[in-house]
Nanobody, 130 residues
Framework: QVQLVESGGGLVQAGDSLTLSCAVS?????LGWFQQSFNVGWFRQTS?????????????????VYADSVKGRFTISRDIVKSTVFLQMNSLKPGDTAAYYC?????????????????WGQGTQVTVSS
């Protein structure tokens, strides 16, 4: 019903910036099933660790939520015309190294826990060298 495809990952040095993109598509969106509420979140995961919330945005009104670890460094935004959500990452640290996933959730509230999200992309790797 909803497909999400991430892009923009890569290898950067500490202090660099990187922008991830999440292209959102699907019949459910075309049919307007999520006109009242739809949120897109970014999560990240490293090997052997649980998935960690990064940021999320309401597709409907643009409200945002950030994890404390990225506040002031990362910015989430959306382009409704392009049907894409962006994650601008500045002042990257080696601790930001992870596979980054975008996910979709039709709940009225923006959630920071992954089990609320029903639709997931395949992920894009971000590696920050020191």
């Amino acid at each position: 019903q909803v497909q999400l495809v991430e892009s923009g990952g890569g290898l950067v040095q500490a202090g660099d910036s990187l922008t991830l993109s999440c292209a959102v598509s699907g019949r459910a969106l075309d049919l307007g099933w999520f006109q009242q509420s739809f949120n897109v979140g970014w999560f990240r995961q490293t090997s052997g660790k649980e998935r960690q919330f990064v940021a999320a945005i309401s597709w409907v009104n643009g409200d945002t939520v950030y994890a404390d670890s990225v506040k002031g460094r990362f910015t989430i935004s959306r382009d409704i015309v392009k049907s894409t959500v962006f994650l601008q990452m500045n002042s990257l640290k080696p601790g930001d190294t992870a596979a980054y996933y975008c996910a979709g959730d039709a709940s009225p509230e923006i959630h920071s826990v992954d089990y609320h999200y029903d639709y997931w992309g395949q992920g894009t790797q971000v590696t920050v060298s020191s």
